[in-house]
């Protein structure tokens, strides 16, 4: 799904490195059309957040926060691509607090002053054309095995893909029989 992702299944096995809990963090989302790369401007996106991180002998570990908790699936791995899907649909079910924004001229939204845990990213809607590219959990920090510290300010690039269907549909085709 995203680099961001796959950073964040680190948080679990690299608890001998230290981090703060109490710096805060933020999440940049940029929309770029798929193709042309050109900024994809009023997509709105739903934050909410997931989990806590806490620390123990073993390591790090998530729990989820209050509002996720009965969820009905265990947290596991984050790379599971049907866990985001699940938990944003229990969201709108349950009527789970959120932050929302839209992007910007550039394409950009930043939801920050984030406490450290994991958040869950639910695209609302999108641009006529394009197809809302699925949810996704983002964590705060994630860990940069290349430059082995901690990231606090994330960006992730959602999968922006064109609504191929929405263009058969409005593709309009003239033909003489000679």
Known sequence: LFV???LCITLFSLSSVAFSAKTKGSITLTTLDKETKEPISDAVFRLYSLASVYENDDG?????TDSFKDNGMDMGDFSDAY???HLAVYAASE???YTEKS???????????LA?????VVPVSILEGYINPNPFIVTV?????????WIYNIDATPKIEI????????????????
């Open 4 to 6: 961001a992702i796959a």
């Open 60 to 64: 790090f570990f998530f729990v989820y």
């Open 83 to 85: 866990l985001p899907i």
């Open 95 to 97: 009527s789970v607090s």
């Open 103 to 113: 992007t910007d001229n550039t394409g950009r939204v930043i939801f920050d002053d």
């Open 116 to 120: 450290v845990g994991a958040y869950l």
């Open 141 to 149: 920090p994630a860990r940069d095995e290349v430059q082995d510290k």
């Open 163 to 178: 609504d191929k269907e929405e263009i058969l549909e409005k593709t309009y085709i003239s033909v003489k029989k000679h």
